[in-house]
C-alpha cells in the first residue's frame, strides 16, 4: 500500500519535519529566554506568560461530540484538525489539549496525540513520560497517602485519623488491575496501621482536577490544603492542610503547574496541559493552559472529555464556573458509524452503509444540539469524515442539520491535516463572530447538590425520575457537614448513553437516573454524584500493547500506537 | 550570625548566579546542537559522545569513606570539592555523581547534592524530580509488575507463573512503610490473583542496578529480559523476556538511559546519573554518566555508597568488573567524628574533642587503607573538616598516616568549595600519576558464589568465619540453576560495622558473617548475599521534612534540606 492514510500515526509523527521549539514560541512571540526547553521539541512556559487582557480578547472554541461508539469518535483529531484549518485561513490559533496517559498507552487503545495527519508532535513523547506532569502529580498524590498513614503510625502530632475512614488512595499511572484493592500496611507494627485501600490511574487522582483548576501557585496549594482525608474517631473531617502536606505537595509541582508547549503536524503551536478523567472529574485540561493559550493566540480549540453531556457540561459548569472562561462556539463532533451505532447497526457491522440506522440515531446528534442551544452558544457540527463512510450518509447528516438551522461541516483533517479542515474553520469563524454572550450555566451554584443534579439529569440528560439511593442520601448529609453544597457537581456517568445504562443507545426516554453515592471532591471544589460503576484503575488487556513495543539502539521506537 | 558556614545548603544554593547549561556543555567541547536542555540548567547527554578512546586515556578518582556514622562523612561533598580543587589546579575535571531519592528529601535525610559551598546545583531540581529518571525507572519497574500479574489473570499466552513464587516487586520513590507488605489482587476476580508482596523504593529496582550497568540500549534491554520473576507451577524459572517486557520497558527508558549535565557551585561540570542502593546493589552511578565524564575531561571524580568495604569493593568488582574501567587512586574521606565514633565516644559527644577515643578509631582507618592497598590502587586519605575538630584531632590522623606511607591532606570544602582542596587535588594528582596498573579484583568470578563470598568476608571485612544458613544454601542451588554461579557477587551488609553487627564498631575481629539468604538479581548479573535486615522501603519519621516545605508563587522554595 502506498496511499498516506495506510501509515500509522507513528509513521506519520516520525516522518515528520519537526521545527525547533523556539521557532514555535517565536511564532506566538515567545522569546528562548522565556521558555524552559525539555529538548529541542518540548518546552515549559512560565505562568507569567498568561495576560488577562489578551485572555479577554481571543476566541476559544470548545471541541465536544455526540454520544460516542467505544472507539471514540475522533475529538483530539478534530480539535488539531481545525487548529490546522483556522490557521490556513490566516487566524492565529493554538489547540490546547489534555495529556495522554500512560496506562492505556501499553494497554489497549494506544496514545492520545491526534491520529492520521492531525498529531501533535514529538508524538513519543507526548505519549510517554512528556514533561514529567503526570509523575510529578503522582508523587504528590502519594506524599499525601504516606504522610497520613505516618500520621496513624507515629505517636507525635497524632490527629487521631480513624483508618477505616480514609478515602485518599494512591495513584499509579498504569493499567495495573492488581493494585486496585490492596491491603496495606502488613508486617506487624513497624509496617503500619493495616487497612483496606487501593490505587486509582494517575488520571483519577484528585491532585489532577486540582492542578486543572488553579490559578496559580498559591490557589494551587489552597486547594491542595483543602482536600478530605478521612475523619478522626470523633467523627471530625480532616484535610490536607491538618497534615500541613500541601506546602511539600506544591514543591513536587512547581514544573508541573506550567503549561507545555509543543506543535502541530504542520508546525502550528499546540499547548498540552493536565488528564484529568472526564467521569470523575472535569475531563478537560488546565485552566492556565487554556489561558496560556489564549493570550498567545486569537484563537484557541480545546476539547472536553467523552460526549457533550458529560464534557461539554462540565467544561462550562465547573471549568468556566470556576475560571470565568467562556467558548464563543462549540463543534460537535459526529461520524457516520456513531449515527449508524444509534440507530441500532451492530458495532461489528459500521463500516457498512445503513441509511435506515443512519436516519434513526440521528435523534442522538440532535438532543446534543438541543443542549447546545441550552447553553447559549452558538454549535458547528462537524462530520469526522471515516473512508467508509458514502456520500448518501454525509448529505443525510448535512441535510438534517440544514434543516435544524446549525452548521455543519465536514472534517477530513485525519486524511489531509489543515486543508482537510478549511470548511470547518470558516464556519467556526462564523459562528465564533455571531456570539454575544457568555454560556448559560445549566444550574446556579446557589441550588442544593440534589437539586444541581435534578437540573443537570432533566435538562442535559433527558432523565424523567432521578433517584437517590440511601447512600447517596447519606453523603448529601456530610457534604452538607464539609461545606461543598454551593459548589458545583460533577456527575460520573457511563459515556455510552444519555442514561446511566450504557446499553440505552439514541435518545433514550422516561429513563430514571439512578445515584448511588457522591464523592467528595473537596480540594477541586465539586462533589461527585456517582451513577454507575466506575474504573478508576483499569487493567491491562490479554494480549498488552506492550508486548509489541521495541526500540533499538539508535532510538528508535516502534510498535506505539 | 553573618558567618556564611551557617547559610543552610539550600540558601547557598539559591543564591549562586548559575551558567548557563550552554555554557557548562561548551567547556567541555559540547555544542548546543549536542544537548537536550531541560530548562536552563540542565542537559541530557547523547550516548554518541562516548569515546572509548578519551575513556581510556582519562583518570577516574574513586572517593570512597572510612566506616560512616549515621550522620554521613561527606563522600559526595568531598567528591565536589575535589572536582573544584582539581579545576582550580588546572585538570579540566568532571565530578560524576548518583541521583538522590525522593524519599529521604521528605523523610529526613535530605537531598544528596552536596553541602555548603560543595554542592552540585539546581539543587532543588536535582533533588526533585530532575530529569525524570527515577520516575521512568519506577515505571518500567511497575510495568513488569503489571505484566506479570496480568499473565496470572489472562487465559491468551498464560505461562503457569506460581503466584506464590513472584519475587518482583513494584517500587515507588517515597518513605512509605505502609506499602512494604501488601496483599494485592483483592476484590475477587476482576481484581486479579490475591498475592503477598509489597513496594520498594525505587533507588532499590533492580531496573536501577542495570541501567547502571547497561553499555546501551540493546544492553539495557538483553539485562531486563533476564531479570528473573518467579516460578512456573511446574518450577521452571520465568524472566522478563518470557513475558516480552523488555522491548516497552526500554521504550519507557528512552531518555532515562542518557545522563544529566549540571554544574557544581564553581561553574564546573557535573554529571549525574542513576542511583543504585549500596547494599541490595552497586551503589554508584552509571557506567554511562562515568564513561561520559571520561570522554569529557581529563579527570573524572566518582563516589560510591556507604564505607570502602561495600561501595569501594562493589565497584571494583562489579562496575569496573563489567565495564573495564578502573580507577587510578581512591581517596578515602575520614573524619575526626567518625574516628572517635569507633574509639567509643557515644554519638552524641563527638562533637567534644576526645584524643583517646581518636587514637583508638584509627583501627578502623587503617584496615580500610590496607583493603586499598589489596585493590593494587594508590589511596589518599581526606580529612573532611568539621569546625568542631581541633588542630591537635587533625594532627594525630596525619601523622598516622605518613606513618603508614599513605598520602593525606585535609578537604575544607564544605567551608570554603574549591580553594579548600587544592591540597587535596595535589595530592591526588600524585596519586593518579603513581598508578601504572589496573585494580586488583577481590575474587576471580570463575570461583563459585560461596568461594566469592568468603574470599570478600576473609579478605575485606576482616571475617574468621562464614555461616551459610538453611536458606543461603538451598538459595546457592536456585543461583546454579539460573545459572548466576560465574557472576560477581553483591554482599548486602550493614554501612556501620565491617562485620554484620551494626554495633561493632572499629575493626572487629574473630567474627562470623552470616549469611541468611542470597537473592538473584539475573539482570543486572549479580546475586545478592544477605547478611542482616535490608530495609527497601523506609518510613517517614515522626516529624518528617515535608511538613516544613513551601513554595511561594514566585516558585521560590523553603525548608528543603
Given at each position: 500500500m502506498t496511499s498516506k492514510q495506510y501509515q500509522s500515526d507513528l509513521q506519520i509523527a516520525q516522518a515528520a519535519k519537526l521545527k525547533h521549539i523556539k521557532d514555535i514560541a517565536q511564532s506566538v512571540n515567545?522569546?528562548?529566554?522565556d521558555i524552559e526547553m525539555y529538548g529541542n521539541y518540548k518546552a515549559k512556559l512560565p505562568l507569567?506568560?498568561?495576560n488577562e487582557d489578551k485572555v479577554a480578547e481571543s476566541n476559544m472554541v470548545l471541541v465536544t461530540a455526540m454520544?460516542?461508539?467505544?472507539?471514540?469518535?475522533?475529538k483530539t483529531t478534530t480539535s488539531i484538525g481545525l487548529s490546522e484549518g483556522l490557521n490556513k485561513i490566516g487566524k492565529k490559533t493554538t489547540v490546547v489539549l489534555r495529556e495522554p496517559s500512560l496506562g492505556p498507552v501499553f494497554g489497549m487503545k494506544g496514545g492520545a496525540?491526534?491520529?492520521?495527519?492531525?498529531q501533535v508532535v514529538p508524538m513519543e513523547d507526548i505519549n510517554l513520560h512528556f514533561t514529567g506532569d503526570f509523575a510529578a502529580i503522582e508523587k504528590a498524590n502519594n506524599l499525601l497517602a504516606a504522610l497520613i498513614d505516618n500520621n496513624i503510625q507515629?505517636?507525635?502530632?497524632?490527629?487521631?485519623?480513624?483508618?477505616?475512614?480514609?478515602?485518599w488512595k494512591r495513584v499509579m499511572d498504569m493499567n495495573d488491575r492488581s493494585l486496585r484493592e490492596i491491603v496495606s500496611g502488613?508486617?506487624?507494627?513497624?509496617?503500619?496501621m493495616m487497612r483496606e485501600t487501593g490505587f486509582n490511574i494517575t488520571a483519577a487522582s484528585e491532585i489532577m482536577a486540582i492542578l486543572c483548576l488553579a490559578k496559580d501557585m498559591d490557589d494551587l496549594k489552597e486547594k491542595m490544603g483543602n482536600i478530605y482525608v478521612g475523619d478522626t474517631y470523633d467523627g471530625k473531617a480532616v484535610f490536607a492542610k491538618d497534615l500541613n502536606a500541601q506546602g511539600a505537595m506544591a514543591v513536587l509541582l512547581k514544573d508541573a503547574i506550567k503549561p507545555n508547549l509543543v506543535q502541530t503536524l504542520e508546525g502550528n503551536p499546540a499547548i498540552i496541559h493536565g488528564g484529568p478523567f472526564a467521569n470523575i472529574a472535569?475531563?478537560?485540561?488546565s485552566v492556565i493552559a487554556t489561558k496560556m493559550g489564549m493570550s498567545l493566540s486569537d484563537y484557541v480549540v480545546t476539547e472536553a472529555g467523552f460526549g457533550a453531556d458529560l464534557g461539554a457540561e462540565k467544561f462550562l459548569d465547573i471549568k468556566c464556573g470556576y475560571s470565568g472562561l467562556s467558548p464563543k462556539a462549540i463543534v460537535l463532533v459526529a461520524t457516520v458509524r456513531a449515527l449508524k451505532y444509534h440507530g441500532g447497526q451492530a458495532l461489528e457491522d459500521l463500516k457498512k452503509p445503513n441509511t435506515v440506522a443512519l436516519v434513526k440515531g440521528l435523534e442522538n446528534l440532535e438532543k446534543h444540539i438541543e443542549n447546545i442551544k441550552t447553553f447559549g452558544l452558538p454549535g458547528v457540527v462537524s462530520i469526522?469524515?471515516?473512508?467508509?463512510?458514502?456520500d448518501e450518509e454525509i448529505d443525510i447528516i448535512v441535510n438534517r442539520c440544514k434543516e435544524l438551522g446549525v452548521k455543519v461541516a465536514l472534517c477530513e483533517g485525519w486524511e489531509k491535516g489543515g486543508d482537510g479542515c478549511t470548511d470547518l474553520a470558516k464556519e467556526v469563524v462564523k459562528a465564533v463572530e455571531s456570539c454575544t454572550t457568555r454560556y448559560k450555566p445549566?444550574?446556579?451554584?446557589?441550588?442544593?447538590v440534589k437539586e444541581k443534579i435534578e437540573r443537570i439529569a432533566r435538562?442535559?440528560?433527558?432523565?424523567k425520575d432521578i433517584e437517590f439511593l440511601p447512600k447517596a442520601k447519606q453523603n448529601l448529609k456530610k457534604i452538607e457537614r464539609i461545606g461543598l453544597n454551593d459548589k458545583p457537581v460533577c456527575i460520573a456517568k457511563t459515556?455510552?448513553?444519555?442514561?446511566?445504562?450504557?446499553?440505552?443507545?439514541?435518545k433514550p426516554e422516561k429513563f430514571t437516573l439512578t445515584v448511588r453515592e457522591i464523592e467528595i471532591a473537596s480540594g477541586a471544589g465539586f462533589c461527585i454524584p456517582i451513577t454507575g460503576n466506575m474504573l478508576r484503575m483499569p487493567g491491562l488487556p490479554?494480549?498488552?500493547?506492550?508486548?509489541g513495543m521495541d526500540i533499538d539502539n539508535k532510538g528508535k521506537i516502534t510498535g506505539l500506537s
Open positions: 515567545i522569546s528562548d529566554s507569567e506568560l498568561i454520544t460516542p461508539t467505544p472507539a471514540g469518535e475522533g496525540a491526534g491520529g492520521g495527519y492531525s507515629s505517636k507525635e502530632d497524632n490527629l487521631g485519623i480513624d483508618p477505616r475512614t480514609v478515602e502488613m508486617g506487624g507494627k513497624p509496617g503500619g472535569q475531563g478537560t485540561n469526522n469524515k471515516f473512508v467508509s463512510d458514502t445549566v444550574y446556579e451554584w446557589e441550588l442544593s435538562k442535559i440528560y433527558g432523565a459515556q455510552y448513553s444519555f442514561s446511566d445504562d450504557p446499553k440505552a443507545l439514541g490479554a494480549k498488552p500493547a506492550a508486548v
